[in-house]
């Protein structure tokens, strides 16, 4: 990357950084209160630990391979390194005990495999439950009506702890449309927060990334995925 592309970053992060406390301003929180979690696919590592050095805490990575091609080079001393891909489980093992939280979980059989690799390490992994908002058929998630189901099966396993929900909404002209989905993903957790079920905790919403992590804010989102905005446009082919 060139000096120019470090300063565009620079000059980005403050700028989202300003974005995400008026938002949080807004709803009557602070900027403390919203995570920024730096979307980091196809971004080399010496840009991201750039990231980090400007004061960026939390990075995911969409794809197992390229999160371990990065691995070694990460500065994660400071920052928490997390996957927020699909996740196949025959590559559970390649990254439990890597990251710091696993934010795709939408199935009881992924679920038990994160589960069962973590126990192998005597550790416990922390999951979101991904829910399909829009009803995508083309996109990972549990629909809204069996995530009751799904979270009272996996609560029972050992080895990892559900901390929240993220979506992935449909892709909205509509600000208004946006907000209607985040608004609907708000509301499941702050129901699912109220039942206090064992072993599941409604910590982190996690939903919002670069065109639409303000509307995401005000909808009650605590964790944010911007990369784009961050980073600028990126080639994924």
């Given at each position: ?106 199935s009881v059989k992924l679920a038990k495999e994160i ?54 909404p449909p892709i909205c002209d509509n600000k208004h ?61």
């Amino acid at each position: 990357m060139t000096a120019r592309s470090f300063t565009d970053v620079e000059y980005n992060y403050k700028k989202i950084n300003e974005e995400i406390a008026e938002a949080a301003q807004k709803v009557g929180k602070s900027r403390e209160d919203i995570t920024f979690l730096a979307a980091t696919k196809t971004v080399d590592a010496a840009t991201i630990n750039h990231a980090i050095s400007l004061g960026l805490d939390h990075i995911g990575e969409n794809r197992v391979q390229e999160l371990l091609a990065k691995y070694e080079d990460y500065n994660l001393d400071n920052c928490s390194l997390q996957f927020i891909g699909h996740l196949q489980t025959n590559k559970v093992r390649q990254i439990v005990g890597k990251v710091d939280l696993i934010q795709s979980v939408d199935s009881v059989k992924l679920a038990k495999e994160i589960a069962a690799q973590s126990v192998k390490r005597n550790i416990t992994t922390n999951i979101l439950v991904e829910v399909n908002i829009g009803r995508e058929e083309n996109k990972s998630g549990v629909f809204e009506e069996n995530l009751g189901e799904l979270l009272a099966e996996i609560a029972e396993f050992d080895g990892i702890s559900v901390q929240g929900l993220m979506t992935i909404p449909p892709i909205c002209d509509n600000k208004h449309k946006n907000s209607e989905y985040f608004n609907k993903m708000h509301n499941l957790f702050i129901d699912i927060s109220q039942k206090k079920l064992d072993n599941i905790n409604m910590n982190i919403l996690s939903m919002g990334m670069s065109d639409d992590y303000r509307e995401a804010i005000l909808s009650g989102a605590t964790m944010v995925r911007i990369g784009s905005a961050l980073f600028g446009a990126r080639n994924y082919t």
